[in-house]
């Protein structure tokens, strides 16, 4: 009928949890600045509070992950820098806390060239009345993919062509005559 009694502590921590306020796009040339922002689990270890690593895939070329503001509550992981490379670059990040927990996330930036947008296109094929026709307009600059459209307050097209929003111009006129028109 021997007893015994033991005072015992356990914590229990919040889940692990991960949130980036990052975009998701970057241009050349650029400063870029995201965080990865860690919350919950176990912070409590030697130094930094949380461990976080590159599982897979790779960070844009110029940017450069750095640790950032630690508070009682969360951690920052940073990544900053300027962009050298256009691409789209995904990566997967593993956070763990002092007590091995994880928390696994994929990320994707996408980095645009940077370029000015321009119409590449300043010319169009002869048509024929009454003959199918297609042009493919061609812009380059800004960030793909490309929407077309015929501007506003421009003349209309020839009767029987439409643009496509991806940028192609076809169908059968029905006229002849040369005909002006901004596309956008």
Do not use: H, K
Not at 15 to 34: M, R
Not at 153 to 173: E, K, N, Y
Request: no cysteine.
């Amino acid at each position: 009928a021997n007893t015994a009694d033991q005072l015992l502590s356990l914590a229990v921590y919040p889940a692990l949890q991960v949130s980036y306020n990052g975009s998701g796009s970057g241009t050349v040339g650029v400063f870029y600045s995201g965080q990865m922002v860690v919350s919950g689990g176990d912070p409590f270890s030697v130094g930094f509070p949380y461990n976080a690593y590159l599982s897979s895939g790779s960070y844009p070329p110029g940017l450069n992950p750095s640790f950032g503001t630690i508070t009682s509550s969360n951690a920052a992981f940073v990544l900053s820098g300027t962009p050298t490379q256009s691409g789209t670059y995904p990566f997967v990040s593993v956070v763990a806390d002092a007590d091995g927990n994880q928390v696994t996330n994929s990320y994707s930036i996408t980095i645009s060239s940077g370029a000015a947008l321009q119409i590449a296109t300043t010319t169009l094929s002869n048509a024929q009345a009454g003959a199918f026709y297609t042009n493919q307009m061609q812009a380059t600059g800004g960030t793909p993919p490309y929407t077309w459209t015929v501007a506003l307050g421009s003349q209309p097209l020839p009767t029987g062509l439409s643009l496509a929003a991806s940028g192609a111009l076809s169908g059968t006129p029905a006229n002849g005559g040369t005909s002006n028109f901004i596309v956008r």
